[in-house]
Every structure is written in C-alpha cells, then in structure tokens.
C-alpha cells in the first residue's frame, strides 16, 4: 500500500461582467463526509498540533489567509522532536485545496484577521474513536 503524501489540489476561476466564478472540477469528493469551518477573529490565535491517525481532512481559505504547518508522525506516543515540518500558505484569493492524509498533524494561524477555513473529513463527527491526537503547539516550531 502507498502512502498518501500532502497535496495541494489546484481549481481555477473564470471571470466576466456577471461576477467571479471558482471552480475544483479535479477534486473527488466523494470521500468527504462532513464539513466545518472555523473563523479567527485575530491572528494571535494558534490551533496547533492536532491530528489523526485515520482520518484525512482537506482545508480551503474561504476569506483571509492562513499559515499552515503539517507533520507526519513517526510514533504516535513519543514523536521525535525533529520531525519534518511541512508550511502551506493557503489563501481566499488562490483557487487551492489542501490535502491532508491520515497520520499527519496540523497547526494553522491566521494571516490577517478575520481569516476563515474551511475543513472537510472523510469521516462523521465522532464516527471513529480514539483517533484525535493534540500535542503542545511550539513542539515542532515556534510560531
């Protein structure tokens, strides 16, 4: 079996007199199950590290931008404290999906206020147990 890696799932926009139109005709959804948003009013807010072993999630900036940081796990007890730390940009005016597999964990920050992101899972809302991890924020970076 071959391991899903993060990806950036490219869209694209047309525009004319009637308005702007955003599109994602490559991206498969029929793997997502629900769908989130979460919004930070500033950008002294931090989400950082959550993540799963099972679950993969997908992020879209719908307003603002955000500072992304992704880390695949090694040991999900006691990760090394140098493990790899991937950075996205992710941003409403850039047509972008981030694709985050299972065995990663996330931190994310806003970039301006106001910023919101949306977040889709391939699971239900506590279908699987036991799957959330969280560690200290400033484990893989300092933010």
Request: overall charge negative; hydrophobic content about 35%.
């Amino acid at each position: 079996m071959q391991e899903s890696l993060p990806e950036i799932i490219t869209g694209g926009s047309y525009s004319d007199n009637r308005g702007l139109l955003q599109f994602f005709n490559e991206f498969d959804m029929s793997e997502i199950k629900r769908m989130y948003f979460t919004t930070h009013f500033n950008t002294n807010v931090i989400r950082a590290w959550q993540g799963h072993k099972i679950e993969s999630r997908w992020f879209r900036c719908v307003r603002g931008s955000f500072e992304v940081k992704l880390v695949k796990i090694d040991n999900w007890e006691t990760p090394d404290d140098n493990l790899k730390v991937n950075e996205y940009t992710l941003s409403s005016n850039k047509e972008e999906i981030l694709y985050i597999p299972n065995g990663y964990v996330n931190g994310f920050k806003a970039l301006e206020e106001n910023s919101k992101l949306m977040i889709m899972s391939d699971y239900g809302f506590q279908e699987i147990e036991d799957d959330y991890v969280r560690y200290d924020q400033n484990k893989w970076t300092t933010w």
